[in-house]
């Protein structure tokens, strides 16, 4: 039993569908009771503007469309649609009624990331969510921070990824875990932000504009 988690039923169908469909890639779903912390940011906040990088099968998608307002919006980012297709996601989305706040982008992250910037969305997103391919996250952390107010919030995952960010050779042997330790220590000192790192889930850091 997970005490205190409350998902609403599309989610926790997609969720369900996506871990019979990939029971072996479960593990890149975003987990039930972090969905819910981004719910609540999402309303802590008065969110209105999010991008996501990282789709997968869109379960914190459809998570964080359910929470924002009926003007709200997600841009939500993954260089393909394949594992959506697989689970038959947009069929949650539409029983959940939010499929026009998602505007899905199959691209780059970083391209979709200039193109708003190039498009004056500069400190417009309120909330940024990064779980995808761990060497770009630190280009990904400095768009974002272009991109959100001040006071929005940057939401990383996988920041302790099963702990081997503490291995002292996994720092140097292993690509992501080096991009993830660096990432750590540069947010760590970053005066820019204000941080809290939790130990949960996969390890999620918080940072918050100033």
Same mark, same amino acid.
């Given at each position: ?38 719910? %609540? ?19 914190? +998608?459809? *998570?964080?469309?359910m929470t924002?307002?009926? =003007? ?7 260089? +393909? ?18 499929? *026009? $706040?998602?505007? %899905?982008? %199959?691209?780059?992250?970083? +391209? ?18 990064? =779980? ?12 974002? %921070?272009?991109?959100?107010? $001040? ?11 099963s702990s081997?960010?503490c291995d ?5 042997? =292993?690509?992501? +875990? ?33």
């Amino acid at each position: 039993m997970e005490y205190g988690v409350r998902e609403p039923l599309p989610l926790k169908q997609l969720g369900q569908a996506t871990v019979t469909k990939y029971h072996t890639k479960h593990s890149m779903l975003c987990s039930a009771d972090e969905a819910q912390l981004m719910r %609540l940011l999402i309303q802590l906040i008065k969110a209105k503007k999010v991008i996501e990088i990282g789709v997968y099968t869109g379960y914190n +998608t459809l *998570s964080m469309a359910m929470t924002l307002p009926t =003007d709200g919006k997600v841009v939500a980012c993954d260089v +393909t649609d394949e594992f959506m297709k697989d689970v038959q996601s947009e069929q949650y989305f539409k029983e959940a009624g939010v499929e *026009s $706040k998602i505007d %899905l982008r %199959l691209q780059s992250a970083i +391209t979709t990331l200039d193109e708003l910037l190039a498009a004056g969305e500069a400190e417009s997103f309120d909330l940024v969510f990064i =779980d995808a391919d761990k060497p770009s996250y630190d280009q990904y952390y400095e768009k974002s %921070l272009r991109l959100i107010r $001040k006071g929005g919030l940057i939401v990383i995952d996988n920041v302790l990824w099963s702990s081997r960010v503490c291995d002292p050779e996994k720092r140097i042997s =292993d690509e992501n +875990t080096k991009a993830l330790h660096n990432l750590n220590m540069k947010v760590h000192k970053d005066t820019r932000v204000v941080i809290s790192m939790m130990p949960f889930a996969d390890g999620v850091t918080i940072a918050m504009k100033l």
